[in-house]
């Protein structure tokens, strides 16, 4: 029976490394495991319905587990290879939740985010190439113009807090840097115009007002019930889709100049079997996905990276002196990426203990049996990357951030579709190799100029809302090296 820690105070454990001395590993905020009753009562306890203190102590060490009490059911998957299988869906049993459908479709409609089947493999066949043809040069200079800006502000909020000990939100600046990043990579615009900046409001309204899951529904609710929408949420969904038209249709006109942007790829993309293009309609749904997944989930990552660097001073240190040893001092170039593999483990690290999409929720449209396990219809399946990625059978010192690990056999079995923060099988995310860019580049050159000072982070802890996000705003400082 393995020792139970407290949340606050975890012990260290003894790390020996092949790359570094004997030191001790840092663990990072998260949800002490339990019993499906203690964690029962402790999501009751905290009261803001956070499926990550629901999830017990087995479903950290089995392939399979069920969730406690539900009306419906609920199966989590830890195992890469049945979490492909689901995924894959050769007899398309297993479409998206009916919940997530009902939280995300009044934003993104029938888009590639919640499509299943027929509909899911025609967008992913028009959506593939256009991100394939999509020049990773020209998207970088947007990057690196969009941290530039950020980079002043950040300079104002250095210079204050020596005087005044100025605090800011981390989860804001980093929502801001990434959906900046965002608009200039879709429209060639930054997120200072007016329309940009309503639709960034508008976005944060309803990124903090929706959940990918409804707790109470999820436990007590029969499958496919309405998912009843706050008016807040359904008229920021509005706002958005309308500021996005605004800003595509003078694109789609017949003398609109040529962009080079994901507008531009997107507008141009046919279906090979009908040579068809998407509907405007159809543009509106896949634009608002890549503004949610392009700078939410990045945003996501990027604050608990920021966090933890901010815990563990040392690492920052290291990532600032690779980067100065790669560039010389210099600007962090295209060219670099590839040359700061540091940097790159620091992100897969914070990506594996922190995974945006929390859980990949699907519905069993039929009674049918996953490993030997019955399945009745309408349960939730649900594909748990937060689970796999802390699976002690899989990785050492499961629950501790070590970004060496990536640099011998890892996982453990050396099974890559074990770290699955970018998904798994056929629904690998499209925006992969872009988001990679973009964070180490962030990483690289915020790490190189800044030292980042949390203030109060006992009271940091993470939960499952529409990505893993900290219960409530990270307050930090920021200090020039």
Known sequence: MPQVYTESAPPPVVH??????????????????????????RVIRQGDGDLLSLVPAEAYKEPLTWLGYSRRSILLINDSELCRSVLADRDEIFPKNDLM???????????????????????????????????????????????????????????????????????????????????????????????????????????????????????????????????????????????????????????????????????????AETGKAFTREELIDQIGVFFLAGHETTASVLTWVFFVLSQQPQIADRIADDVNAVTTGGNVELEHIRQLPYVRNVFREVLRLYP?????????????????????????????????????????????????????????????????????????????????TEAVLIIARLAQRYRFHTGNPNAVRPVARLTTRPATEISVTVERR
Not at 20 to 30: D, G, I, N, Q, S
């Open 356 to 436: 945006p999409i929390t859980f990949i929720p699907r519905v069993a449209l039929k009674a049918t049996t996953i490993a030997d396990i019955k399945v009745k219809r309408g349960a939730m399946i649900m594909i748990s990357p937060w689970t796999a990625h802390r699976n002690a059978l899989l990785w050492e010192n499961a629950d501790r951030f070590d970004p060496d690990r990536f640099d011998v056999q890892c996982p453990r079995n050396g099974d890559s579709g074990a770290h699955m923060s970018f998904g798994i099988g056929p629904r690998v995310c499209v925006g992969a190799s872009f988001a990679t």
């Open 101 to 271: 459908v009902g939280a995300l479709e009044g934003l993104v409609g029938d888009s590639l985010f919640v499509s299943t089947g027929a509909t899911w493999r025609r967008q992913r066949r028009m959506i593939d190439p256009a991100f394939s043809q999509l020049r990773i040069d020209t998207a970088y200079r947007s990057m690196v113009s969009a941290v530039d800006d950020y980079t002043q502000l950040l300079d104002k909020h250095a210079a204050s807090a020596i005087a005044t000990t100025t605090a800011f939100s981390l989860d804001m600046a980093m929502s801001h840097l990434t959906a900046d990043i965002i608009c200039r990579t879709i429209f060639s615009q930054t997120l200072s115009t007016r329309v940009a900046r309503d639709v960034f409001d508008d976005f944060l309204l309803f990124e903090r007002s929706v959940a990918s899951v409804n707790l109470r529904q999820l436990i007590f609710g029969k499958p496919w019930s309405a998912v009843q929408q706050p008016a807040p949420v359904l008229n920021a969904c509005a706002r958005i889709r309308y500021h996005i038209g605004t800003l595509l249709d003078p694109r789609l006109a017949d003398n609109a100049p040529a962009m080079n942007d994901i507008v531009d790829a997107v507008i141009a993309a046919r279906d």
């Open 16 to 41: 020996v490394s092949q790359s570094m001395p004997v030191t001790e590993l840092y663990r990072p905020p998260a949800p002490t495991p339990q019993s499906p009753l203690r964690s029962l009562v």
